[in-house]
């Protein structure tokens, strides 16, 4: 994959990750109890990647289809400032964030698995897609993760630019010093 010259172009314009919550943070399951209450499940290994993300400068955001307190609330936690919710058509939310963070489409990468995810990706300069996607998003995807959704694809997605912007060990230093040991000095 990072011996295509295409796709490594692709990879180093990338200046905002746009990702989808249902099927990409979790396996696209919902858990509905009989009071009402809903749960999902969500990896850490994605909350790690956007912290790693967040250390190159990399700002991400994302955009579900369907409301859920669940989701404000773990991406909340996550300090995620760019969250929209409920509404099927992603467009809008889309146009408003090439708005905010000032970026071409070209250089916006998006993470999607299912068939509301396709007019915007279809838009991306790179497109990327959980390996349990939808058959049609798979067929558009510049890159299918290894992982399935709710499993790390996100984290994967995530690595595998910042490796192709050679951004990946210098951010991974960066958050080692200011996250891992940031009071190491302190308890010494």
Known sequence: MMN??????????????ISDV???LTDGSIFISGDGTEMKQFSVEDAAGCALAKHADLPIAFISGRYSEATTIRLK?????????GDLNKTPPFEELLEIYQVD?????????GL?????????GLKVAPSNSHFL??????????????????????EWILHGQKL?????????????????????
Request: with cysteine; proline share 5%; net charge positive.
């Open 77 to 85: 936690e996550m300090k995620i400032p760019h969250v929209y919710q």
């Open 168 to 188: 990946y060990y210098p951010a991974l230093e960066k958050m080692r010093d200011q996250v891992y040991l940031k009071n190491k000095s302190t308890s010494q």
């Open 4 to 17: 295509n010259p295409e796709l490594i172009n692709k990879i180093k314009r990338i200046k905002l990750i």
């Open 137 to 158: 998003v798979l067929k558009i995807a510049d890159y299918v993760t290894q992982k399935s959704g709710g499993e790390g694809a996100l984290r994967e997605m995530i």
């Open 116 to 124: 509301v995810d396709l007019p915007v990706m279809e838009r991306c």
């Open 105 to 113: 489409l070209f250089e916006v990468a998006y993470i999607g698995d």
């Open 22 to 24: 249902d099927g990409v």
